[in-house]
């Protein structure tokens, strides 16, 4: 077991390394997820890959997001906060409805096709599939990546159209975190963090491992507790134990009707993509935001890369960080009752249909 668990990793390495190479976003995730799918595809030795080397790389995401929750951006939410829900809801039953049409044209059950589309993050949505039956993983995995895909090349591209009117920032960029920076600080937020993951397990919230490092970070950043940046090289090793936990799940042999599939998987991604550039022109009407900052505080991606380009072209990184970060709270705590109010219309329909 250990001699197929370090092929897995040294596979999952050596694409994660390529992508950085080609300059491609989310190196180590999209690297490590293609060259373990593939590796595992084409390799006589099985590929191996804990749950728990998942976990670790889920915690330190945690504990990144967390960081972001600072005064500025709570009070940006508490300030806006019923419009901001208006507009989550607004954009989570769009993603609905779009999930909708997409599972009618494909034959695929509405549940899977759902969480395929909600505009959670990649890892979020399928740690989420993950403790859902009747989902088939597969699908969801490949709906996340290729809207995920979609948005890297997209998003950029629109943002630096000329509708926005952005350009590139010529800010000096702040030296790397150094791994001697993080300590002593970074012990009470580990412990804290154990502390978030034990509650949310005796809580039964979704993802544990996700929330309980947020919720722990982000308090203790709040009661004004100055959490560590992490190293580059920590944030890559997590997007690596993510993406080849998701590259070994991603079973393309398995996809039902691959060419109609991914088709319509990029047609989700577009619907997803369109249905927030609309939205951003309503609150760029109603608040008088820049189209940059509208357009990136409702953009169905990653908080982490939404930041990333606020941060370069000047957009108003609290407002962009506030409503990423709401949207992300609501999918995790409003979202999965929703999920099986659906889930149980769908068996009892599915049930009333073989009677």
Do not use: C
């Amino acid at each position: 077991m250990k001699k197929n668990l370090i092929i897995t990793f040294l596979t999952a390495f050596i694409g994660a390394f390529i992508f950085s190479l080609l300059h491609i976003p989310v190196a180590f995730l999209l690297g490590a997820m293609i060259s373990v799918m593939i590796g595992s595809r084409i390799s006589s030795i099985p590929f191996y890959w804990p749950v728990k080397l998942r976990d670790a790389g889920i915690i330190i995401v945690g504990y990144s997001i967390g960081l972001a929750f600072t005064k500025e951006a709570v009070l940006l939410i508490l300030q806006k906060l019923p419009f901001i829900l208006l507009i989550t809801v607004s954009m989570v039953l769009f993603s609905a409805l779009s999930a909708l049409l997409i599972a009618k044209l494909s034959g695929i059950n509405y549940p899977t096709v759902l969480i395929g589309s909600i505009p959670g993050g990649l890892s979020q949505m399928i740690l989420l599939a993950e403790e859902i039956k009747e989902i088939d993983i597969t699908v969801v995995t490949f709906m996340q990546v290729a809207r995920l895909t979609m948005i890297i090349f997209i998003v950029p591209f629109l943002i630096f159209g000329p509708w926005f009117h952005a350009s590139p920032g010529t800010v000096m960029q702040a030296a790397d975190p150094l791994w001697t920076d993080l300590f002593p600080n970074i012990l009470l937020f580990v412990f804290v963090s154990i502390i978030g993951i034990i509650l949310s397990k005796r809580l039964r919230l979704p993802t544990p491992y996700l929330l309980g490092p947020i919720m722990g970070t982000a308090a203790l950043v709040i009661s004004g507790i100055k959490g560590p940046e992490l190293p580059p090289e920590l944030l890559d090793l997590s997007q690596l134990l993510i993406g080849a936990h998701i590259g070994l799940m991603m079973k393309l042999e398995k996809l039902p009707h691959k060419a109609r599939t991914i088709s319509l998987s990029a047609l989700s991604g577009l619907l997803l993509i369109g249905g927030s550039l609309l939205f951003s022109m309503l609150i760029m009407g109603i608040f008088r935001f820049s189209p940059a900052t509208s357009f990136l505080s409702l953009a169905p991606g990653g908080m982490d890369q939404m930041a990333i380009i606020a941060h370069e072209i000047h957009a108003d990184l609290a407002i962009v960080t506030g409503y990423q970060l709401f949207r992300l709270f609501f999918i995790f705590f409003a979202v999965p009752p929703f999920l099986k109010w659906i889930f149980y219309k769908f068996r009892n329909k599915k049930q009333k249909t073989t009677v």
